[in-house]
Nanobody
Framework: QVQLVESGGGLVQAGGSLRLSCAAS????????MGWFRQAPGKEREFVAA????????IEADSVKGRFTISRDNAKNTVYLQMNSLKPEDTAVYYC????????????????WGQGTQVTVSS
């Protein structure tokens, strides 16, 4: 069982930056691939970025590539999402997720989800 708690969301102007954090409970954090997803009002949850168990491999959605960076610190049981050059279309609730696969982009591949943190980008 893994519990995930996101933090770091907020209101930012277009072009600004935010760093999201996701703290995980338990002693097996390093056994899980981690992902970030987002969901805007009226839209389906979409993949943002994922990172392998060791952190050696990452993958980002085309819409955020070059602007967002996912990383993890297994000693701190935490995964991060650094978001730069934010755009109004990045506005959404951001969720972190943990799953048994080393790296995955489908929400169905993740077993545990946080409660989400709101990111709002004003134009």
């Amino acid at each position: 069982q893994v519990q995930l708690v996101e933090s770091g969301g907020g209101l930012v102007q277009a072009g600004g930056s935010l760093r999201l954090s996701c703290a995980a409970s338990g002693r097996t954090f390093g056994a899980y691939g981690m992902g970030w997803f987002r969901q805007a009002p009226g839209k389906e949850r979409e993949f943002v970025a994922a990172i392998s168990r060791s952190g050696a491999s990452t993958i980002e959605a085309d819409s955020v590539k070059g602007r967002f960076t996912i990383s993890r610190d297994n000693a701190k049981n935490t995964v991060y999402l650094q978001m730069n050059s934010l755009k109004p279309e990045d506005t959404a609730v951001y969720y972190c997720a943990a799953g048994p696969l080393s790296i995955a982009i489908m929400p169905s591949r993740y077993d545990y989800w946080g409660q989400g943190t709101q990111v709002t980008v004003s134009s």
